[in-house]
């Protein structure tokens, strides 16, 4: 979800690592489904979305 996101923002994994304050390792890790964030990178991204976190991270 998070890399069509970003896609549809044209924003690039760094750009999007950049606004919410991580590495760009660490996106890569959420797109692939590796790593399981924060609540407060949670709540980071999914204000640069302008979306709910829920709407962002689906859980499976």
């Known amino acids: 979800m998070i890399k069509e ?3 549809k923002e044209n924003l690039t ?3 999007l690592a950049q ?3 991580v590495r760009r390792e660490t996106i ?3 797109e ?3 790593y ?3 609540l407060k990178l949670a709540h980071d ?3 640069v979305f302008k979306m709910r976190i ?3 991270f689906i859980l499976e």
Request: charged share 35%; proline share 4%; aromatic share 4%.
């Open 5 to 7: 996101l970003r896609a």
């Open 13 to 15: 994994q760094i750009e």
């Open 19 to 21: 606004k919410v304050g």
């Open 45 to 47: 991204i999914s204000k």
């Open 54 to 56: 829920e709407e962002v």
């Open 32 to 34: 692939k489904g590796k």
């Open 36 to 38: 399981n964030p924060s």
């Open 28 to 30: 890569v890790f959420l």
